[in-house]
């Protein structure tokens, strides 16, 4: 059965990673690369339909120097991470950060067709 | 039909061997009626909770590009991967469905819920316009009957999660936003439409006070049709002057390869955000007067789906950004961000 998400109750920018710390005790990561590459707009999740696409996209985010985002709250259900270059457009909802940080597909193995769900 | 829970009996005939007085058919029919609206009215709270923004799009004059703002905002949510669902309320002139390329498509029913149709990006989308056999035919209802369509539309539709809903109404202040406020619940507020010559300007001050009447906060005035951009060519760094309306003179120079672009205020410039700071709500922005969304419109391809990098995507995403604040207003206070 899959594990109800606990409240996300503090997010710590370290060099490369999100730490994440949640209502249940729970401290899981996020690495900026994994974050980016899971941006949900509707420009980067089309490119990770395929493989051939889905590592360019890889590759370019970590082809851009590590730095911490400004994180802002959208709302009571999702963070909006804005970076000093790439696409800063994404609105992660609490259940995505959630998947990335329990390394699971935030899709679902879904492919990008009438919208990143 | 489900058998309804509801029986009737009569005190008078209680401790006398007599069983339960059966309900006479009205009766019958009266207390269906009445188990299905309380079907409908939970159905209605649990929508309420699985939707997280609901959002109603108004003006008070028609014409101002309503629908067009709606579409538009709902489309530039779903651009950055959120959930969004579009309810045309608009009864009597449903547009909404052109616009977002589903002309002519069929709701699917199952097991008693509507199935909302996926437009462009996925946005889902509820319209009177689904239902009309011919496009041609108007709906002539009086009020108690659009307000069960209404009701309907809202508690027999299975939206599923959703981080957005978009409602766009009729233009006016008149029944329909009003059956909404009462029915959704915890509406996050109404986004104004208004043009910006005065008798747009005039009724848009009409919706805002409408909201405060309902008891909706007011997102913010969004002013559209606000200024056509001219762009051409002529020799480098030459002045060039245009006849702008009003017979106003409009300057400008072009760059080192001839380049020039002008603005006519053909509706003119800057009432949305008057009337705004006369209330005390927010201005979200102004949106160009682009011809491009009338033949979007009519194609049934949006502006944002076939040119997500033109000055209009870009105004509209500078608009969602600005409702987000208004809603962002109260973030997670307890989220710690070091």
């Known amino acids: ?80 991470f804005i970076w000093e270059n790439g696409c800063s457009n994404g609105i992660f909802r609490f259940e995505r950060i959630w998947d990335l940080a329990n390394r699971r597909d935030p899709d679902g193995g879904k492919p990008y067709v009438h919208g990143a769900w | 039909m489900a058998e309804s829970p509801i029986t009737t009996h009569d005190p008078k005939n209680e401790g006398q061997g007599q069983g339960p007085v059966q309900a006479s058919p009205q009766q019958n029919k009266e207390m269906e009626k009445n188990f299905a609206q309380m079907k409908r009215k939970m159905s209605m709270e649990e929508i309420g909770l699985k939707i997280k923004h609901k959002i109603m799009v108004l003006s008070g004059k028609g014409g101002v590009g309503k629908s067009t703002v709606s579409t538009g905002l709902a489309l530039s949510l779903a651009q950055q991967g959120l959930k969004v669902g579009i309810l045309d309320i608009d009864i009597t002139g449903p547009n909404v469905p052109k616009m977002m390329g589903l002309d002519g498509h069929k709701l699917h029913v199952e097991g008693g819920r509507i199935h909302p149709a996926k437009g462009h990006l996925g946005v889902k989308v509820i319209s009177m316009a689904f239902l009309l056999d011919d496009p041609d035919t108007p709906v002539v209802w009086r009020g108690p009957i659009k307000l069960g369509a209404i009701q309907q539309f809202i508690g027999d539709v299975e939206w599923g999660n959703l981080d957005y809903l978009i409602i766009d109404f009729p233009p006016g202040t008149s029944d329909e936003p009003l059956t909404v406020s009462q029915s959704l619940p915890n509406i996050d507020g109404m986004v104004i439409v208004t043009t910006p010559q005065a008798v747009a300007l005039l009724d848009s001050r009409k919706s805002i006070t409408f909201a405060a009447s309902l008891k909706v906060p007011v997102l913010g005035v969004v002013e559209n049709m606000s200024g056509y951009t001219i762009n051409g060519v002529t020799a480098a760094n030459t002045s060039v002057e245009i006849a702008g309306p009003g017979g106003k003179t409009i300057k400008s120079t072009s760059d080192e390869n001839g380049n020039f672009s002008v603005t006519l205020d053909i509706f003119k410039k800057g009432g949305g955000k008057s009337t705004a700071e006369d209330f005390g709500v927010p201005f979200l922005g102004a949106l160009p007067f682009d011809p491009g969304f009338v033949r979007g419109g009519d194609d049934g391809v949006h502006k944002i789906v076939s040119d997500p990098e033109g000055a209009s995507s870009i105004a509209f995403s500078a608009i969602v950004k600005a409702v987000q604040a208004q809603i962002s207003d109260k973030p997670s206070s307890s989220l710690e961000i070091i």
Do not use: W
Request: proline fraction near 6%; charge should be negative; glycine fraction near 2%.
């Open chain 1, 1 to 80: 059965m899959e594990q109800q998400m606990p409240k996300l109750v503090r997010i710590e920018r370290r060099e490369s990673d999100l730490h994440l710390t949640y209502d249940d005790e729970q401290e899981l990561t996020v690495s900026y690369h994994d974050l980016r590459h899971a941006c949900p707009c509707a420009h980067c999740s089309p490119l990770r339909n395929e493989d051939e696409t889905s590592l360019k996209l890889r590759s370019q985010v970590e082809s851009f120097k590590l730095h911490k985002p400004s994180v802002n709250p959208v709302g009571h259900y999702a963070l909006n």
